[in-house]
């Protein structure tokens, strides 16, 4: 009797644990490690799957005890070992139980049915074909005569046309089967999302580049699989540096994955692919059928494409040889999970490369603070791109004052500035560009007058408006009044300030009638190909004005682009959360990268009520290693990532009271512990999440900070492990996110 280590399909701490179940008999075969079984679990025996973890002849109970598997799940989707190695790392690393990672690294859950393509052609040879459709004549079958008399033509026939084109009769075709004249074959056709064609063009690579793909290609044919950082500006070439690497690794037999930030890239980036590699290129994302997510796993398993390209999720492609890994805007939060586990796909990315033996290249015009560092610090090499490719220039960038356009009388949300550089570049038939800078602004409060916003004075953080008028800080919990004059200028102009971009629209065919505009947002793109078609319109030229949030200002290439305006540059700055001039910082450059990527010379207009800060004049004067000096100084000052490591600690609740008491009894323990031990770090909160209610559950929050990753991850297992708040008991459910990119 053979044994297999099960773990049940229940995401919770306390039964984050294998259990051991016979395998009968008639299961030995496909009761394999890997494979999705149906167990009866606990004193009902009721039924619940789970994932065989690993094998054994050894039982641990009494084996006239042990309950056997009840069956394999049909049409389920095994795991491999990798994938279970991988699943425990991130598990350990980011939180969570086995069972949520083990579900993280299964890009498909359940098969779906192939799609078949079957073709009629000929088996009788020619005196049995013409006396039989002699005999169909004299008989007069219309339906057989029109079938022979295509197929004596053509010899081969789909299925599907001989039925809707020739309109024959299933019925038919089975007669004329059974009569030997012709037979059926049959090929599973699998469902290819990436579509294109392949030019076969090869442009050559600068000087630039091709010493970063030598210093990457040397190293991997010595044998050495390190982290590589390619820092290179706006419009620098660094897909091609992508390309070529891809293409030598192919010829080595290798496969590669690559990583872009968000759905909308997808279009662009595929097609540059696709000309390249043709239909060994193949995407995974979140927008495709589940027949179309099926079919790309089969097929990489299957090893019959080269390269997988789509979000944080393709990283765990089922490639057998994998031998590079890509990951375009490294800097993007894109890449850390919402759901738990909430890993992010860079840390995990490296791991995955230690586990295949694949050399990792991480790509970005405004590296993550982290992985400079790393690249500073020597564990990640460092390839630098200076000049832009196709020996286009780089933009022109102005900063222009929205509290000087305000104070002159002009309260639209275009400058007079922006206004005659898109009247130019309309009159001209080139293309504009206007970026809306949301992300984070809402709940923030700002003065239009002087630019500053209103901060905690503990945290240097954003404070965000709570109904009632109240500011709150979601990092210390400091609370205060909101002034109805700002406190540096004693203006009336502070309250909350947004704009969407349908309104955005609206302005621009006001100011500008009878221009052909796309807009290029959530409502625009919720729905199958969205942004692929907003895309290609837009660089067909059906549209003179491009209208989006940060979705349109990453990766995306359009030569007759002249002028990008940045309508609110520094509404990102009111975000409340410690990266807010880093995110501020990479939004503007990637945007003023958007402007003058080919022969056509390009200007960016930066609106802004804070010209002076140094995440906006060093993004205009594509200063990062300038950005990045000043903003780790902040970060040192009050120990935020990278200096230190944070643990947000998220605890939620039906009832607000038993909420507030589990993260005050949380906060207590960890106070404690910081107490009887040096080098813990500091304890913030707890205090309402900014989201203080969502889908009927109180939140509060809990941050960690310490030096050490390792005691963070102490704390957060013997937090799971000791029970210090039993979920069951206090009603709550409490999740762990290990440096959290955003607030809650």
Not at 418 to 438: A, I, S, T, Y
């Amino acid at each position: 009797m053979r044994y297999a280590d099960v773990i049940v399909d229940i995401s919770l701490e306390k039964l984050d644990k294998t259990y051991q179940y016979a395998i009968p008999e008639h299961l030995s075969d496909t009761a394999v490690v890997g494979a999705k079984v149906e167990v009866p679990f606990g004193g009902g025996n009721r039924k619940l799957e789970g994932f065989i973890m690993d094998t054994t002849d050894t039982p641990v109970f009494d084996p006239a005890r042990t309950k056997e598997i009840l069956s394999v799940v049909p049409g389920a989707v095994s795991l491999e070992r990798r994938s279970i190695s991988l699943a425990y790392w991130m598990k350990e690393h980011f939180g969570g139980t086995m069972n949520e990672a083990l579900k993280t690294v299964l890009p498909v859950k359940q098969e779906v049915r192939n799609q078949k393509k079957r073709t009629l052609f000929l088996t009788a040879g020619p005196d049995a074909f013409a006396a039989y459709y002699e005999t169909a004549v004299k008989r007069k079958y219309e339906a057989r005569i029109r079938l022979l008399t295509v197929l004596k033509e053509k010899k081969e026939l789909e299925y599907g046309e001989a039925t809707q084109n020739y309109k024959v009769s299933p019925a038919t075709i089975e007669a004329v089967r059974r009569d030997g004249i012709v037979a059926i074959r049959e090929e599973t056709v699998y469902r290819n999302p990436a579509k294109g064609v392949q030019s076969g063009e090869k442009p050559c690579l600068n000087e630039e580049q091709q010493a970063a793909v030598d210093t990457v290609w040397k190293e991997y044919e010595e044998g050495k699989r390190g982290t590589y950082l390619l820092f290179g500006v706006t419009g620098s070439g660094k897909t091609e540096v992508y390309l070529e690497l891809i293409e030598r690794v192919i010829r080595e037999g290798k496969q590669a994955i690559m990583l872009i930030p968000e759905i909308s890239l997808t279009f662009q980036t595929v097609r540059r692919f696709y000309e390249r590699f043709g239909d060994r290129v193949s995407v995974l994302h979140s927008r495709l059928s589940s027949g179309e997510r099926y079919d790309q796993y089969v097929r990489a398993r299957e090893g019959e494409i080269d390269v997988m390209i789509g979000p944080r999720s393709a990283l765990f492609t089922p490639f057998e040889h994998l031998g590079l890994i890509l990951m375009d805007e490294e800097q993007e939060g894109a890449y850390k999970s919402e759901g738990t586990p909430k890993y992010h796909a860079r840390e995990t990315a490296e791991y995955l490369a230690e586990l295949t033996g694949a050399s990792l290249l991480l790509g970005s015009a405004t590296p993550s603070l982290e992985a400079f560092t790393k690249a500073k610090n020597g564990q990640y090499r460092l390839l630098t791109l200076t000049k832009r490719a196709k020996e286009a220039v780089m933009p022109q960038v102005e900063i222009v004052d929205l509290r000087q356009e305000l104070a002159e009388g002009n309260r639209s949300m275009f400058s007079r500035r922006l206004k005659e550089q898109m009247q130019e570049r309309l009159d001209k038939g080139q293309q504009v560009m206007l970026f809306l800078n949301r992300r984070g602004y809402a709940g923030s409060v700002s003065c239009r007058a002087c630019g500053e916003g209103m901060k905690c004075p503990h945290c240097d953080i954003s404070l965000t408006f709570h109904k009632g008028g109240k500011l709150l800080c979601h990092y210390c919990g400091y609370e205060t009044e909101q002034p109805k004059l700002c406190p540096s200028c004693g203006s009336k102009y502070i309250g909350k300030f947004g704009t969407g971009t349908q309104k955005v629209e609206e302005a621009v065919l006001r100011e500008f009638p009878g221009t052909k505009v796309l807009r290029m947002d959530a409502d625009t793109t919720k729905n199958k190909g969205g942004h692929d078609k907003i895309v290609e319109a837009f660089s067909k030229g059906e549209a003179q004005v491009l209208i989006g949030t940060q979705m349109i200002v990453k990766g995306h290439d359009f030569p007759n682009v002249t002028l990008v305006g940045i309508i609110a540059a520094d509404l990102s700055l009111y975000a409340g959360d410690y990266r807010a001039a880093e995110r501020t910082f990479c939004l503007l450059a990637q945007a003023a990268g958007r402007a003058g990527r080919d022969k056509l010379p390009g200007n960016v207009v930066i609106q802004t009520y804070q010209p002076d800060h140094y995440s906006i004049v060093s993004a205009a004067e594509e200063d990062y290693e300038g950005f990045y000096a000043q903003e780790m100084a902040y970060r040192r000052l009050l120990r935020y990532p990278p200096v230190s490591h944070v643990l947000a600690v998220l605890i939620q609740s039906e009832e607000e009271a038993v909420a507030r008491t589990a993260a005050e009894r949380i906060a207590q323990t960890l106070r404690q512990e910081k107490r009887q031990s040096e080098g813990f770090g500091t304890v913030s909160g707890p205090v309402p999440a900014e989201l203080a209610k969502a889908n009927d559950m109180y939140r509060f929050l809990i941050y960690v900070k310490s030096e050490d990753y390792n005691r963070l991850m102490e704390f957060h297992k013997r937090a799971a492990e000791e029970k210090v708040l039993t979920e069951s008991a206090m009603k709550c459910n409490i999740q762990f996110d290990f440096n959290p990119l955003g607030g809650y």
